[in-house]
């Protein structure tokens, strides 16, 4: 059986962690599986980096960013092997350029091209452990490339997809996926399942468990992975396919205070203000998420959207000009509101889950803003300083009497 | 006119000196040079990395060594490279494997065996100074190699022979080569040319300046080496062909403490036996310098010989079975024992030099224990003790009155 698995940073921090990466390593590799390990820069190596290079120039290119940076992955890959070496166990470690990993040439934030196996699967026969640096990449002049924010979980999933690993284990320091975040609500429950869509909606709620491309990519290439904890021995979240799994409805209960709600007050009520207003948020590029459009009155209508928190000012600075001619009443935004969100597939055969929401969070005095719905998601809008106390009673509701709903 | 400059580790440990580095490079591009920069890693960044391994595992491979080291030079080559940005000034770096220094695969201590230069002539085709890291290359299985002990200065003199570059301008932590060591001796003088050969004899006098393999590659390939300090803006040293320098006598006085005497008393005075002890001492991948060979005498002779310190042992076990075989007095080493030398072109024609140096010494009071002459050089063994004392008056003897023998 073929295996990844992907170790961060704080897994390989230090010589301890490192070794004991190296017993989770050799201890599937005992049982007779074959071993690919992806591994980030060791803890604080690549802010570290940062530093040396924002002392020497806050303004170097990219190129010069990723070559340096890369050197972090170089230094972990390096130890892990020797830590392996040191247990007895035959083991090579591959940059990512010697693994094969063909990226385009955006630097700093490059996507994965390809990825030539020759090398690994060679070094698979030999009956290695291969230790293979994530997060970079070779572009097609034979520069250094790396792939950006969560790029070894990206790493890991590619390679896994590339070589049909039977499964991409990624270690974190949580020991899988909660129903809520598991540091504020005391009762919240480890998934042993969750899908690729719901994952992805988990991590738009500020869930951040996975990066979104590895999810994606995920998805993509129909690759089970899961989530799970270097530092405990138990197993941890799998994310997979629905049709893999029992039906389960709602997963998680999450909050995220990463948002700006912007409010356009008595706007003329004419056709195409909406695309005029969002095209230029568009061309700002702001990601929008929730837009609420008030129904027409003397008119003239409201329009709300919320954007992430530090993206507030930008919002009301690109419509500045539009607004000014059109003539609007007012716009301004704030960032005292946080949204709320259930996620669970097949939510949408249950009209009840919706409601039920609500009803708790008016039974509590919350104050619902704003309303957003998917197929497998709801989300609302509160104010900020209610928003550790709605989490609290939403996940009450679906998770305490489980799924009597 | 195109020319390699080489900056070791002192040169660039942190953003001041990356600058004052920088800043050399871009006055010499501004000149309208074509520049190639070959860098080490900055400071201490070597052994930091090489305390990680040690913690992890102090037998580790020396591939997995390699693999960690090169990371390096691939930071100090990156906040070059960003520092030379921040000037305006077009600039590129390159690893090892991507300038295209190809080496066996003798891990830790590789051999060059080829430059692949298209990358860097491309590179200053497009007017960019290319920054190269030191020290590392990669062999024929796309594995990443370290060419060992003052690598740095090998890739440069490497990289001005395939290049044909004007000079290869090696920047260290002394302005140059001394006719004696500068911080010991008050009166010692910086040459301005020196010969190769005379280089290597002082390197192995322990005026460890340049790199042995790099003096004799640059003698190979007739490349011009200029030592030279980054800190002040001074001429430096050049080592060059005796045939394009005015000839000149005694270049330098040095002495070395790195050395063991072995004594072997009362052996069998017979053929052969000279040739039983120096091979056992090759097997064991021990080096020899002086060889003393007393008269016989009641058909025994003794012999004498030094080894480097840290070789007295070995040398002593390497040949304990035969001298019990074939029966002799005695045999035993010490390391309390200094060589001084006097290193110079042309001096075999004349004699004056050596019976001058035993002279002085002979009036210090010194007493010379073992005398090794070669074409351009004379040394002697003397107590420890008497060491610095020994280099003054020889210095003072040679120099002080110049040429005046």
């Not at 190296?22 to 060791?42: C, F, H, W």
């Not at 290695?128 to 640096?133: F, K, P, R, S, Y």
């Not at 007012?330 to 669970?344: H, L, M, P, R, Y």
């Amino acid at each position: 059986m073929l295996i990844v698995q992907k170790f961060g940073g704080s897994s390989v921090a230090n010589a301890e962690c490192v070794f004991n990466v190296a017993e989770i390593v050799t201890e599937k590799y005992k049982e007779g599986n074959k071993i690919i390990v992806v591994v980030s820069a060791q803890g604080d190596t690549t802010d570290d980096l940062i530093e040396k290079a924002r002392e020497i120039n806050p303004h170097a290119s990219r190129r010069e960013m990723d070559m340096l940076l890369s050197a972090g992955e170089q230094i972990s890959i390096a130890l892990l092997a020797m830590a392996i070496e040191k247990m007895g166990f035959p083991v090579v470690s591959l940059l990512g350029w010697q693994a094969g990993f063909n990226t385009n040439s955006t630097y700093s934030s490059a996507r994965i091209k390809r990825i030539q196996t020759e090398r690994i699967k060679a070094e698979l026969d030999k009956n290695n452990i291969v230790v293979v640096a994530g997060f970079q990449g070779v572009n097609r002049f034979g520069d250094i490339t790396t792939l950006g924010r969560g790029g070894s979980d990206t790493s890991a999933v590619a390679l896994a997809a590339v070589m049909n690993a039977e499964i991409c284990q990624i270690y974190t320091d949580v020991d899988g996926v909660y129903t809520a975040d598991p540091r504020k609500i005391k009762n919240a429950a480890k998934l042993d399942e969750i899908t690729y869509d719901e994952m992805l909606e988990l991590a738009t709620l500020g869930a951040q468990v996975l990066n979104n491309r590895s999810v994606e990519m995920a998805k993509k290439y129909n690759v089970e992975i899961e989530v799970l904890s270097s530092k405990s021995r138990v197993p941890g979240t799998k994310v997979k396919e629905a049709a893999k799994m029992e039906k389960m409805l709602i997963k998680s209960a999450a909050k995220d205070t990463n948002v700006a709600r912007v409010m356009i007050v008595g706007i003329p009520d004419v056709p195409g203000v909406a695309f005029q207003i969002f095209s230029r948020i568009a061309k700002a590029h702001i990601n929008v998420d929730i837009i609420l459009q008030s129904v027409g009155r003397d008119k003239t209508k409201d329009i709300t959207f919320t954007v992430a928190a530090d993206k507030g000012n930008a919002a009301v600075a690109a419509l500045k000009e539009y607004i000014d001619m059109v003539g609007a009443k007012e716009i301004s935004f704030d960032t005292d509101v946080a949204k709320i969100s259930i996620v669970g597939a097949g939510m949408e055969t249950h009209e009840g889950v919706a409601s039920r929401m609500f009803e708790v969070l008016g039974d509590a005095g919350i104050n619902i803003q704003m309303i957003s719905t998917s197929e497998i998601k709801v989300s609302v809008l509160i104010e900020a300083k209610d928003a550790d106390r709605a989490v609290s009673v939403v996940h009450a509701a679906f998770f305490d009497d489980s799924l009597a709903l």
